[in-house]
């Protein structure tokens, strides 16, 4: 059975750096296009950062680029998100996506 599950998020004061987790089983990440999304409060889900499965290239949201780094280790299946200088407007459950699965999202609070 295919399953994402997230871990990582917190509480951060601005300027602070976190790292958020997506182990995959049951599908091999390297077969697909992966990628995170967030959800802010009142807020549409949006599409944060990617990586593409045809060239490997990875893709970020205008707001996160240069803070934030996608990465997969492939050999523990586990899709991550690297992010630095995290702003209040970073505040938001992220989720991991590949294809048609989603993970139950993990809470990024960022707050002094």
């Known amino acids: 059975q295919e399953q994402l599950v997230e871990s990582g998020g917190g509480l951060v004061q601005p300027g602070g750096s976190l790292r958020l987790s997506c182990a995959a089983s049951?599908?091999?990440?390297?077969?697909?296009?992966i990628g995170w999304f967030r959800q802010a409060p009142g807020k549409e889900r949006e599409g944060v950062s990617c990586?593409?499965?045809?060239?490997?290239?990875?893709y970020y949201a205008d707001s996160v680029k240069s803070r934030f780094t996608i990465f997969k280790d492939t050999r523990k299946n586990t899709l991550y998100l690297h992010m630095n200088l995290l702003e209040p407007e970073d505040t938001a459950v992220y989720f991991c996506?590949?294809?048609?699965?989603w993970g139950q999202g993990t809470q990024l609070t960022v707050s002094s």
């Open positions: 996506n590949v294809d048609v699965y």
């Open positions: 049951g599908l091999t990440l390297d077969d697909y296009s």
């Open positions: 990586i593409s499965s045809s060239d490997g290239n990875t």
